[in-house]
């Protein structure tokens, strides 16, 4: 069998016939390397070698093509079927990425345990059945009889437990540990998890059964190996979080099958993961006494609308250059709303520290944070609290305006929900909704300083 070489940049997956010092594609140094391929026979399956039963590919009318959405399969994890857009569909591949010891194995195998009546397969290359097992008690006590659990790194091994036990859902924990017969490199390397990943769609696509890809990621965020591997599954979530904190969050980055930008919010306990239904709950810190800097605002994580806490410190400071970091928020957006502070509202925030955090360890995009996060700022500013029964929702503009935000409605019934007694909208919302309806009082808001003045007088 002849051999051949190539390079590939362990940072996005570029294939070079040569080692380059700059990858032209990432832009990144010092990141190829020789990876031994066989060219030879790469084109060739190991699923469809090993005999397993494919589908054949046949033409057929559009009407009598099942809708991916009557066969979805619920996971029992409500969680994860909203991340996932409704439940699992048949066939499809679904990368869990995640930095190590965050918890993801926890995740998939608690999915394991909890599919009753559907045979799971479970791949681990890092742990032993024994292991697993142990794992596996203390998680759940009733388990899923269905539930295989196999200690397997070579995908032909894998591919003929995959024939003889016929699982309806299949785990690989995780995809780094995964070695083809086709490829020589190293697990873990750009071409060995490439092929590895191709093996295994091409599995789930012909037989209709959907695969969980474990993957970990590296500190700057990147599924370790390449990127092209994002390219190539359907679903990619994210499973985030800081590992001395109980909270997890797992985000959908790319979904084929639903909306990314979904999220699930999980809770980390002894005996696993418990979900965590009502994530306001969490979001919104115990207060006791009211303090100045803290703002409440309603917000939406994909469909779900939750009122998270907005903390901010402004101090004088200390050094020539104010420092200014963020927690949780978009630095770069936070000095844009201290701007419009400074030029639309005369506040002279320029010689002061301010540090921003979003209460629960999570990232907030959605812009209707900005009035609450611009309300926190000045709270602190002039040391005066903000009732703890005020909430806001509204973007802020360049020139000082308050924008409209989508699914206001939304927003204002999950406060009113939570007992809050007033929220700051846009005017731009207030027109399309009916006060009355509405226990929580609805304040219409058109410019940033009539906001404050309402508030601080
Ligand atoms: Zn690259």
Not at 110 to 126: H, M, P
Not at 188 to 200: F, K, M, N, Y
């Amino acid at each position: 069998m002849k051999t051949k070489s190539s390079y590939f940049c362990q940072s996005c997956g570029y294939e070079s016939v040569k080692w380059l010092g700059k990858c032209p594609a990432c832009n990144q140094w010092n990141t190829f390397v020789e990876e031994i391929i066989d060219k030879s026979t790469k084109t060739q399956n190991v699923w469809k070698t090993s005999g397993g039963k494919a589908r054949v590919a046949k033409a057929q009318p559009i009407e009598e093509v099942a809708d991916a959405d009557i066969a979805r399969v619920l996971t029992g994890d409500t969680e994860l079927d909203r991340v996932l857009g409704g439940g699992l569909v048949p066939g499809s591949v679904i990368l869990i990425g995640g930095e190590p010891g965050i918890g993801k194995s926890t995740l998939m195998l608690q999915l394991a345990l909890k599919l009753k009546g559907q045979k799971v397969l479970y791949v681990s290359g890092e742990e032993s059945e024994s292991q697993i097992k142990m794992r596996a008690t203390r998680i759940q006590n009733d388990i899923n009889p269905h539930c295989f659990v196999l200690t397997e790194t070579a995908t032909a091994n894998i591919f003929k437990q995959i024939e003889q036990v016929e699982p309806d859902l299949v785990i690989i924990d995780s995809i780094q540990t995964l070695q083809s017969p086709f490829i020589d490199s190293t697990p873990g390397s750009v071409s060995q998890v490439r092929e590895c990943t191709a093996e295994l769609i091409r599995y789930a696509k012909e037989s209709y059964t959907p695969v969980f890809l474990i993957g970990h990621i590296t500190k700057d965020g990147m599924i370790a190996g390449p990127k092209i591997l994002e390219h190539m599954v359907d679903t990619v979530l994210q499973f985030e979080g800081d590992r001395h904190h109980i909270y997890r969050i797992l985000r959908s980055i790319k979904n084929r099958f639903g909306a990314a930008a979904e999220m699930g919010i999980y809770a980390m306990q002894g005996n696993g993961l418990r979900e965590v239904a009502n994530p306001s709950e969490i979001l919104l810190s115990e207060r006791i006494e009211e303090l100045s800097g803290i703002a409440i605002s309603a917000t939406l994580e994909g469909a779900r609308p939750m009122l998270i806490e907005t903390q901010a410190l402004v101090s004088p400071s200390p050094y020539g250059t104010p420092q200014r970091s963020a927690n949780g928020f978009d630095t770069k957006r936070m000095n844009m709303l201290l701007a419009v502070l400074e030029k639309r509202c005369g506040f002279r925030l320029n010689a002061k520290d301010v540090f921003l955090n979003i209460a629960g360890g999570i990232k907030v995009e959605d812009p209707a944070i900005d009035l609450a996060i611009m309300a926190a700022i000045i709270s602190s500013h002039e040391d005066i609290a903000i009732s703890s029964k005020i909430c806001f929702s509204a973007e802020v503009g360049l020139s000082g305006e308050i924008r409209a935000v989508n699914r206001v409605e939304q927003r204002i019934a999950e406060a009113e929900k939570l007992g809050f007694e007033q929220i700051y909208i846009a005017q731009g919302n207030a027109k399309s909704i009916d006060p009355k309806k509405y226990q929580i009082e609805i304040i219409p808001v058109g410019k940033i300083d009539q906001v404050f003045s309402l508030l601080f007088g």
